[in-house]
T-cell receptor, first 110, second 114 residues
Framework: EAAVTQSPRSKVAVTGGKVTLSCHQT?????MYWYRQDTGHGLRLIHY???????EKGDIPDGYKASRPSQENFSLILELASLSQTAVYFC?????????FGKGTRLTVV | AQSVTQPDARVTVSEGASLQLRCKYS??????LFWYVQYPRQGLQLLLK??????VVQGVNGFEAEFSKSNSSFHLRKASVHWSDSAVYFC????????????FGKGTHLHVLP
């Protein structure tokens, strides 16, 4: 069973502060993703990666950076958090078109 | 452009009733289709998947889905729902020619009345 672990599970951040969301997967999948979920929008792709030390922009990358230092780890970085980035963030990995999700991080920017 | 449409944002049914959640996709290539369920404050969990072959696929907890190429649909069904089925259900399309691209419907919030 693929395991994708996110930390923290929830976080409150101040506007203008830096936030790092972490993701760890244990099944050696090549593809990893960061999505955000907002009510009424479903899931939207922020960044993804298909190999360590490389990341790609997704559909809504503005205001976010990503880092993939190893096969197992994929981080999402908000350098200057804004109120509009309050959302639930999901990390995922993919193998053979099937996506495995973490349990999500609830980020509240105040 | 590829897309997934779930036309019903919310569905309410009584416990024991049958259920159909609708999903339409738009893609000219070979679709790989999935239904995921999201319980409150949880990640998305796979219910079932379709790659090829028998158009009716069975999933967990009594769910099944039927693929129709002619209708570009992948509807989810259950013969008798339980209150614990209350959740958000996502129809998802993976593309065969672009491995990174996964397209989500906006989800259908199912509310089962006890």
């Amino acid at each position: 069973e693929a395991a994708v672990t996110q930390s923290p599970r929830s976080k409150v951040a101040v506007t203008g502060g830096k936030v790092t969301l972490s993701c760890h997967q244990t099944n050696n999948h090549d593809y990893m993703y960061w999505y955000r979920q907002d009510t009424g929008h479903g899931l939207r792709l922020i960044h993804y990666s298909y190999v360590a030390d490389s990341t790609e922009k997704g559909d809504i990358p503005d205001g976010y950076k990503a880092s993939r230092p190893s096969q197992e780890n994929f981080s999402l970085i908000l350098e200057l958090a804004s109120l509009s980035q309050t959302a639930v963030y999901f990390c995922a990995s993919m193998e053979n078109t099937e996506v495995f999700f973490g349990k999500g991080t609830r980020l509240t920017v105040v | 452009a590829q897309s997934v449409t779930q036309p019903d944002a919310r569905v309410t049914v009584s416990e024991g009733a049958s259920l159909q959640l609708r999903c339409k996709y738009s893609y000219s290539g070979t679709p790989y289709l999935f239904w995921y369920v999201q319980y409150p404050r949880q990640g998305l969990q796979l219910l079932l998947k379709y790659y090829s072959g028998d158009p009716v696929v069975q999933g967990v907890n009594g769910f099944e889905a039927e693929f129709s190429k002619s209708n570009s649909s992948f509807h989810l069904r259950k013969a008798s729902v339980h209150w614990s089925d209350s959740a958000v259900y996502f129809c998802v399309l993976s593309l065969d020619t672009n491995a990174y691209k996964v397209i989500f419907g906006k989800g259908t919030h199912l509310h089962v009345l006890p």
